[in-house]
Protein backbone atom coordinates (compact mmCIF):
# COMPACT_ATOMS: atom_id res chain seq x y z
CA UNK A 1 0.00 0.00 0.00
CA UNK A 2 1.49 3.38 -0.89
CA UNK A 3 2.54 5.31 2.14
CA UNK A 4 3.91 9.17 2.48
CA UNK A 5 7.17 9.03 4.20
CA UNK A 6 8.83 11.45 6.67
CA UNK A 7 12.21 12.54 7.28
CA UNK A 8 13.87 12.50 9.79
CA UNK A 9 11.64 10.40 12.35
CA UNK A 10 12.71 12.22 15.01
CA UNK A 11 15.08 15.88 15.17
CA UNK A 12 16.75 17.43 17.95
CA UNK A 13 17.65 21.49 17.13
CA UNK A 14 18.83 24.49 19.64
CA UNK A 15 16.06 27.87 19.70
CA UNK A 16 16.50 29.72 16.93
CA UNK A 17 17.72 27.56 14.17
CA UNK A 18 16.37 26.39 10.98
CA UNK A 19 14.56 23.00 10.54
CA UNK A 20 13.62 21.48 7.52
CA UNK A 21 11.16 18.87 7.81
CA UNK A 22 10.77 16.69 4.88
CA UNK A 23 8.17 14.40 3.51
CA UNK A 24 7.47 12.49 0.05
CA UNK A 25 3.73 12.28 -0.62
CA UNK A 26 1.84 9.43 -2.41
CA UNK A 27 3.08 10.28 -6.13
CA UNK A 28 -0.41 10.29 -7.88
CA UNK A 29 -1.74 12.67 -4.96
CA UNK A 30 -2.26 16.37 -5.88
CA UNK A 31 -3.20 18.25 -2.07
CA UNK A 32 -0.84 18.24 0.62
CA UNK A 33 -0.69 19.22 4.57
CA UNK A 34 1.19 19.60 7.89
CA UNK A 35 0.00 19.17 10.89
CA UNK A 36 1.12 18.94 14.35
CA UNK A 37 0.65 17.38 17.47
CA UNK A 38 2.09 18.94 20.85
CA UNK A 39 2.63 16.36 23.34
CA UNK A 40 -0.70 15.51 24.97
CA UNK A 41 -3.00 17.46 22.61
CA UNK A 42 -4.81 17.69 19.29
CA UNK A 43 -3.69 17.53 16.42
CA UNK A 44 -3.83 20.65 14.76
CA UNK A 45 -3.76 21.95 10.90
CA UNK A 46 -1.17 23.85 9.82
CA UNK A 47 -1.12 24.44 6.12
CA UNK A 48 -2.50 22.97 2.89
CA UNK A 49 -0.98 23.12 -0.83
CA UNK A 50 -1.99 22.48 -4.00
CA UNK A 51 -1.13 23.31 -7.35
CA UNK A 52 2.07 24.79 -6.10
CA UNK A 53 1.06 27.45 -3.78
CA UNK A 54 -0.60 27.58 -0.46
CA UNK A 55 -3.94 27.33 -0.67
CA UNK A 56 -5.29 27.49 3.07
CA UNK A 57 -2.89 28.08 6.33
CA UNK A 58 -3.69 28.20 10.29
CA UNK A 59 -2.86 31.47 12.41
CA UNK A 60 -0.10 29.15 13.70
CA UNK A 61 1.95 29.09 10.50
CA UNK A 62 2.96 32.24 10.63
CA UNK A 63 5.90 33.78 9.15
CA UNK A 64 8.23 31.67 10.57
CA UNK A 65 7.37 28.46 8.61
CA UNK A 66 7.56 27.91 4.83
CA UNK A 67 6.59 25.31 2.54
CA UNK A 68 7.76 23.77 -0.92
CA UNK A 69 7.49 21.45 -3.20
CA UNK A 70 10.89 21.80 -4.73
CA UNK A 71 11.22 18.99 -7.11
CA UNK A 72 8.02 17.29 -7.63
CA UNK A 73 8.30 14.81 -5.56
CA UNK A 74 9.33 16.30 -2.02
CA UNK A 75 7.26 18.44 -0.25
CA UNK A 76 8.93 20.20 2.78
CA UNK A 77 7.98 22.68 5.73
CA UNK A 78 10.80 24.89 6.90
CA UNK A 79 11.12 26.71 10.29
CA UNK A 80 13.07 29.81 9.91
CA UNK A 81 13.75 30.14 13.99
CA UNK A 82 12.90 27.56 15.94
CA UNK A 83 11.17 28.47 19.61
CA UNK A 84 10.93 26.38 22.32
CA UNK A 85 6.85 26.34 21.55
CA UNK A 86 7.85 24.81 18.36
CA UNK A 87 8.37 20.97 19.90
CA UNK A 88 5.75 19.29 18.85
CA UNK A 89 5.19 16.11 16.49
CA UNK A 90 4.88 17.11 12.82
CA UNK A 91 2.82 15.08 10.20
CA UNK A 92 2.70 15.54 6.79
CA UNK A 93 -0.51 13.81 4.76
CA UNK A 94 -1.34 13.85 1.06
CA UNK A 95 -4.78 12.97 -0.97
CA UNK A 96 -5.43 12.37 -4.38
CA UNK A 97 -8.26 15.86 -4.30
CA UNK A 98 -9.13 17.46 -1.50
CA UNK A 99 -12.80 17.38 -1.73
CA UNK A 100 -14.28 16.94 1.89
CA UNK A 101 -15.53 13.28 1.86
CA UNK A 102 -11.79 11.92 0.78
CA UNK A 103 -9.35 10.67 3.81
CA UNK A 104 -5.73 11.71 3.95
CA UNK A 105 -2.82 9.18 3.88
CA UNK A 106 -0.74 10.72 6.65
CA UNK A 107 3.03 9.96 7.09
CA UNK A 108 4.59 8.70 10.53
CA UNK A 109 5.74 12.17 11.43
CA UNK A 110 8.89 13.99 12.57
CA UNK A 111 9.30 14.13 16.35
CA UNK A 112 10.92 17.84 16.67
CA UNK A 113 12.56 19.02 20.01
CA UNK A 114 13.69 22.19 20.20
CA UNK A 115 16.20 22.52 23.18
CA UNK B 1 -17.42 26.17 12.39
CA UNK B 2 -17.34 22.68 12.67
CA UNK B 3 -15.97 20.68 15.66
CA UNK B 4 -15.40 17.54 17.36
CA UNK B 5 -15.52 16.36 20.98
CA UNK B 6 -14.03 13.29 22.44
CA UNK B 7 -15.67 13.21 25.95
CA UNK B 8 -13.83 10.61 27.32
CA UNK B 9 -9.30 11.21 27.79
CA UNK B 10 -9.10 7.05 28.04
CA UNK B 11 -11.45 4.10 28.15
CA UNK B 12 -9.92 0.92 29.85
CA UNK B 13 -11.71 -2.46 28.58
CA UNK B 14 -10.37 -5.51 28.94
CA UNK B 15 -9.67 -7.90 25.98
CA UNK B 16 -12.76 -9.78 24.71
CA UNK B 17 -15.42 -7.22 26.23
CA UNK B 18 -17.09 -4.50 23.63
CA UNK B 19 -15.20 -1.55 22.93
CA UNK B 20 -16.73 2.03 22.29
CA UNK B 21 -15.18 5.17 22.02
CA UNK B 22 -17.49 8.22 22.19
CA UNK B 23 -17.30 11.36 19.50
CA UNK B 24 -19.83 14.18 19.28
CA UNK B 25 -19.87 16.33 16.64
CA UNK B 26 -21.03 20.04 15.60
CA UNK B 27 -20.74 21.11 11.73
CA UNK B 28 -22.91 22.99 9.42
CA UNK B 29 -24.35 20.97 6.31
CA UNK B 30 -23.24 17.37 6.02
CA UNK B 31 -21.01 16.13 7.92
CA UNK B 32 -18.16 14.10 6.90
CA UNK B 33 -16.90 12.35 9.74
CA UNK B 34 -13.41 10.24 9.71
CA UNK B 35 -12.05 7.57 12.76
CA UNK B 36 -8.22 7.63 12.71
CA UNK B 37 -5.99 5.36 15.27
CA UNK B 38 -2.60 6.33 16.33
CA UNK B 39 0.02 4.07 17.14
CA UNK B 40 3.05 4.50 19.46
CA UNK B 41 5.65 6.05 17.69
CA UNK B 42 3.51 5.81 14.46
CA UNK B 43 1.24 8.15 12.35
CA UNK B 44 -2.38 8.07 11.93
CA UNK B 45 -4.02 5.52 9.98
CA UNK B 46 -7.75 5.66 9.01
CA UNK B 47 -10.34 3.64 9.99
CA UNK B 48 -13.20 4.60 8.79
CA UNK B 49 -15.54 7.44 6.96
CA UNK B 50 -18.91 8.52 7.07
CA UNK B 51 -20.27 10.36 4.06
CA UNK B 52 -23.28 9.36 3.45
CA UNK B 53 -25.63 6.33 3.34
CA UNK B 54 -26.02 3.44 5.66
CA UNK B 55 -25.34 4.50 9.55
CA UNK B 56 -23.21 1.86 10.19
CA UNK B 57 -19.72 1.82 8.72
CA UNK B 58 -17.35 -0.52 8.68
CA UNK B 59 -13.59 0.00 8.68
CA UNK B 60 -10.34 -1.44 9.19
CA UNK B 61 -9.37 -4.29 11.95
CA UNK B 62 -13.35 -5.09 12.94
CA UNK B 63 -13.75 -1.44 13.77
CA UNK B 64 -17.32 0.45 12.95
CA UNK B 65 -18.93 3.71 13.43
CA UNK B 66 -22.66 4.42 14.20
CA UNK B 67 -23.38 7.93 12.64
CA UNK B 68 -26.51 8.90 14.70
CA UNK B 69 -27.84 12.38 13.07
CA UNK B 70 -30.26 13.36 15.83
CA UNK B 71 -27.38 13.12 18.62
CA UNK B 72 -24.92 14.76 16.46
CA UNK B 73 -22.68 11.77 17.26
CA UNK B 74 -20.23 9.48 15.47
CA UNK B 75 -19.46 6.59 18.09
CA UNK B 76 -16.68 3.80 17.46
CA UNK B 77 -17.29 0.39 18.11
CA UNK B 78 -15.52 -3.18 18.14
CA UNK B 79 -17.43 -5.70 19.64
CA UNK B 80 -14.68 -7.95 20.99
CA UNK B 81 -11.57 -5.76 21.77
CA UNK B 82 -8.08 -6.73 21.46
CA UNK B 83 -4.63 -5.84 23.80
CA UNK B 84 -3.72 -4.64 20.18
CA UNK B 85 -6.22 -2.15 19.72
CA UNK B 86 -4.17 -0.48 22.42
CA UNK B 87 -3.71 2.71 21.05
CA UNK B 88 -4.41 6.82 20.66
CA UNK B 89 -8.20 7.05 18.36
CA UNK B 90 -8.77 10.72 16.85
CA UNK B 91 -12.30 11.28 16.05
CA UNK B 92 -12.13 14.24 12.75
CA UNK B 93 -14.38 16.19 10.82
CA UNK B 94 -13.46 16.98 7.17
CA UNK B 95 -14.58 20.82 6.38
CA UNK B 96 -16.63 21.12 3.28
CA UNK B 97 -16.12 25.47 2.79
CA UNK B 98 -12.30 25.16 2.36
CA UNK B 99 -9.76 22.93 1.22
CA UNK B 100 -10.57 19.81 2.96
CA UNK B 101 -8.34 20.38 6.04
CA UNK B 102 -9.44 18.31 9.42
CA UNK B 103 -10.70 19.32 12.66
CA UNK B 104 -9.48 16.54 14.69
CA UNK B 105 -10.77 15.72 18.04
CA UNK B 106 -8.64 15.42 21.46
CA UNK B 107 -8.35 12.00 20.67
CA UNK B 108 -8.94 9.41 23.31
CA UNK B 109 -6.34 6.61 24.44
CA UNK B 110 -7.79 3.24 24.90
CA UNK B 111 -5.80 0.94 27.28
CA UNK B 112 -7.25 -3.16 26.65
CA UNK B 113 -5.79 -5.51 29.48
CA UNK B 114 -5.39 -9.20 29.17
Known amino acids: EPEVTQTPSHQVTQMGQEVILRCVPI?????FYWYRQILGQKVEFLVS????????KSEIFDDQFSVERPDGSNFTLKIRSTKLEDSAMYFC?????????????FGSGTRLTVV | AQSVAQPEDQVNVAEGNPLTVKCTYS??????LFWYVQYPNRGLQFLLK??????LVKGSYGFEAEFNKSQTSFHLKKPSALVSDSALYFC????????????FGAGTQVVVTP
Open chain 2, 50 to 55: YITGDN
Open chain 2, 92 to 103: AVRQTDSWGKFQ
Open chain 1, 93 to 105: ASSQTGTANYGYT
Open chain 1, 27 to 31: SNHLY
Open chain 1, 49 to 56: FYNNEISE
Open chain 2, 27 to 32: VSGNPY
